[in-house]
């Protein structure tokens, strides 16, 4: 059992260059998301998912897609690399434990700098 | 309404003290308080969670105290160890809704 799993570990891109950050759970949660962690700033919910072919947007959205084709897969899509989309990123995913708490397993995060 | 203010920024605590880590919200229909623990390098793993049908929550040497009125969350380390030290995150959200606000973060060095 992996748990939640990302590649890769580390990026470095150029402004305008686009990629995919990979998320995979084993978990068989319904629910996925990703973050950025900034510093001073704590962790902020990009898009999410509750359940594979549904999706939606947390606090900061914009320059991102998400798709949730499979349970295990939410890959998070950066369309065009800005600067200010370097940060630390964090999949996530979640179940809820007899109907009342929801417990969220982190993924060990993708460093991207972007020049 | 959605912010999750915590404090302090940072906390330098003797071997064997007691670490107090703050947090407050603003939407009362949140109903989920986890705390989070983060080493350099890995990601938030969950540390503890209350919600506010009790006022305090104990497992092990970590305890979360809640205050409904106040709106207020603390986390206590009590008998703080070295390989506590690690960053501290508090996060608020009304469960079922799968979207969390998490706090700034808490940066602690437990001294040997």
């Known amino acids: 059992n992996a748990g939640v799993t990302q590649t890769p570990k580390f990026q470095v891109l150029k402004t305008g260059q686009s990629m995919t950050l990979q998320c995979a759970q084993d978990m068989n949660h319904e629910y996925m998301s990703w973050y950025r962690q900034d510093p001073g700033m704590g962790l902020r919910l990009i898009h999410y998912?509750?359940?594979?072919?549904?999706?939606d947007q947390g606090e900061v959205p914009n320059g991102y897609n998400v798709s949730r084709s499979t349970t295990e897969d939410f890959p998070l899509r950066l369309l065009s690399a800005a600067p200010s989309q370097t940060s630390v990123y964090f999949c996530?995913?979640?179940?809820?434990?007899?109907?009342?708490?929801?417990?969220?397993?982190f993924g060990p995060g993708t460093r991207l700098t972007v020049l | 309404q959605q912010q999750v203010k915590q404090s302090p920024q940072s906390l330098i605590v003797q071997k064997g003290g007691i670490s107090i880590i703050n947090c407050a919200y603003e939407?009362?229909?949140?109903?989920?308080f986890p705390w989070y623990q983060q080493f350099p390098g890995k990601g938030p793993a969950l540390l503890i969670a209350?919600?506010?049908?009790?006022s305090e929550k104990k497992e092990g040497r970590f305890t979360i105290s809640f205050n409904k009125s106040a709106k207020q969350f603390s986390l206590h380390i009590m008998d703080s160890q070295p390989g506590d030290s690690a960053t501290y995150f508090c996060?608020?959200?009304?469960?079922?809704?799968?979207?969390?606000?998490f706090g700034t973060g808490t940066r602690l060095k437990v001294l040997a």
């Open positions: 939407n009362t229909a949140f109903d989920y």
């Open positions: 209350i919600r506010p049908d009790v």
């Open positions: 996060a608020a959200g009304a469960s079922g809704t799968y979207k969390y606000i």
């Open positions: 998912s509750v359940g594979a072919g549904i999706t």
């Open positions: 996530a995913s979640s179940h809820r434990v007899a109907g009342v708490t929801d417990t969220q397993y």
